[in-house]
């Protein structure tokens, strides 16, 4: 079946250093989302990607989809500490309709 | 708007024991989908509906029912709880996961289930 891989698992940065998570899927994706999930709470939106070698930004977010449709990351610039939390890339097949999650990156960061 | 409501926020069960967990949205959302959450593992999907009178399988649908009788609720029937359904159960709604323009999906708080 469809697999969403993403790492690194946890990532501990110190306040200004950047961040960046990686999304590999074992299949061609129509689109990939990205969801921030803060200590507690639910996955919120981000973004959704759809097209081959797509760049979009938001403020000191970066993220990729890759050429192939099958990869994706997320940069961040200089963290902050509201950026702690846990980043996950969901995949949508192409043909389907179920949207698979990543395991997720935990995001730390030290003032 | 409400968006994405869920019910019960906590749930304390015996094994052997059933029960239903709530999700409503309000939005008017065709897609609607359960997730369970367990550490390390991300949100894996249990069911998924994309209208009323439809749903299928994700990828760990074993011990879970479903049901899509209106387009506002989608409820999550454990038959008989085991402990390793102690979890996190998200329910999550969107537009249409294959429209690009309204594929953002929208989670309820969550439940927080455990099976003794």
């Known amino acids: 079946g469809q697999q969403v891989m993403q790492i690194p698992q946890y990532q501990h940065v110190q306040e200004g250093e950047d961040f960046t998570t990686y999304c590999n899927s074992s299949t061609t994706l129509s689109n990939i989302q990205w969801y921030k999930q803060r200590p507690g709470g639910h996955p919120v939106f981000l973004i959704q990607?759809?097209?081959?070698?797509e760049v979009k930004k938001q403020k000191r977010l970066t993220f990729q989809f890759g050429e192939a449709k099958k990869n994706s990351s997320l940069h961040i610039t200089a963290t902050q500490t509201t950026d702690v939390g846990t980043y996950f890339c969901?995949?949508?097949?192409?043909?389907?309709?179920?949207?698979?999650f990543g395991a997720g990156t935990r995001l730390f960061v030290k003032a | 708007n409400a968006g994405v409501t869920q019910t019960p926020k906590f749930q304390v069960l015996k094994t052997g024991q059933s029960m239903t967990l709530q999700c409503a949205q309000d939005m008017n959302h065709e897609y609607m989908s359960w997730y369970r959450q367990d550490p390390g593992m991300g949100l894996r999907l249990i069911h998924y509906s994309v209208g009323a009178g439809i749903t299928d399988q994700g990828e760990v649908p074993n011990g879970y029912n479903v049901s899509r009788s209106t387009t506002e609720d989608f409820p999550l029937r454990l038959l008989s709880a085991a402990p390793s359904q102690t979890s996190v159960y998200f329910c999550?709604?969107?537009?249409?996961?294959?429209?690009?323009?309204?594929?953002?999906?929208?989670f309820g708080p969550g439940t927080r289930l455990t099976v003794t």
């Open positions: 990607l759809v097209k081959s070698g």
């Open positions: 999550a709604s969107s537009y249409s996961p294959v429209d690009r323009a309204k594929s953002e999906q929208y």
């Open positions: 969901a995949g949508l097949r192409s043909g389907g309709f179920k949207t698979i």
